[in-house]
C-alpha cells in the first residue's frame, strides 16, 4: 500500500519558519522525483518545490529563496524547510510522488501564516 504522510503544519507569525516532512512507504522512494504542492481553497494546486531522485531543485519564484526541499533516501522522506513565512503562503500543502505512469499524493497539512 502506497502511503505519503505529511507533518509539520501548524500556525506561524509572519517571518517564521515550518519544516514540513513526508514520510514515505510502499513504493521505490529514490526512484521518484518529489514535489510539494499547496493549495488554497477556490484556486488551482501549486507546485512550490519539486525535488529529482539526483537532488536538482526547483522552485517557482514566489517561494525561491525562502523554501528549500530536501530528500533522504535511506528515510524515505523529503522535506519542506520554510523561512519567512508570509500570510500569502497560508495553504494546505501536499506530498507529492511521481514516475510516470504513477502519481501519488498524501493527504495535506495545514500551514496558517498570521499574527
Known amino acids: 500500500q502506497v502511503l505519503l504522510v505529511e507533518s509539520g503544519g501548524g500556525l506561524v507569525q509572519p517571518g517564521g519558519s515550518l519544516r514540513l516532512s513526508c514520510a514515505a512507504s510502499?513504493?521505490?522512494?529514490?526512484?521518484?522525483?518529489m514535489n510539494w504542492y499547496r493549495q488554497v481553497p477556490g484556486k488551482e494546486r501549486e507546485l512550490v518545490a519539486t525535488?529529482?531522485?539526483?537532488?536538482?531543485?526547483v522552485y517557482p519564484d514566489s517561494v525561491k529563496g525562502r523554501f528549500t526541499i530536501s530528500r533522504d533516501n535511506a528515510k524515505s522522506t523529503v522535506y519542506l524547510q520554510m523561512n519567512s513565512l508570509k500570510p500569502e503562503d497560508t495553504a494546505v500543502y501536499y506530498c507529492?510522488?511521481?514516475?510516470?505512469?504513477?502519481?501519488?499524493w498524501g493527504q495535506g497539512t495545514q500551514v496558517t501564516v498570521s499574527s
Open positions: 507529492n510522488a511521481k514516475l510516470w505512469p504513477n502519481d501519488y
Open positions: 510502499g513504493f521505490s522512494f529514490r526512484a521518484y522525483a
Open positions: 525535488i529529482t531522485t539526483i537532488g536538482i531543485t
